[in-house]
């Protein structure tokens, strides 16, 4: 399977105390699809350069995965339809 690096940029309505029961719930995201989870780092909150949905600070993850490649449209539609994920960068990484 492929590898993906995944950063998602997440609301802070997500507190520090819900973050791991939400990456929790990622991981089983990509279970139910498939997919595999590597790596999760998070890189904290952290001010956004312009507002987003009317956030101006966001929680910042890195997850690397694999994952098959028809499998990352599915993914990406439940990450539209979640309303705590603001951004999220999916790429194909070469490792």
Not at 16 to 34: C, H, R, T, V, W
Not at 73 to 80: I, P, S, V, Y
Request: charged share 25%.
């Amino acid at each position: 399977m492929p590898s993906y690096e995944l950063v998602l940029i997440i609301s802070p309505e997500v507190t520090d105390e819900d973050m791991p029961d939400f990456l929790a719930k990622l991981s089983e995201q990509i279970s139910k699809i498939g997919g595999t989870v590597d790596e999760v780092n998070q890189w904290g909150r952290k001010q956004l350069a312009y507002p987003i949905k009317r956030c101006t600070e966001g929680n910042y993850v890195l997850t690397k995965i694999k994952l098959q490649p028809t499998s990352t449209k599915d993914l990406e539609a439940n990450f539209q339809l979640s309303g705590k994920i603001l951004r999220h960068l999916l790429v194909r990484s070469k490792g």
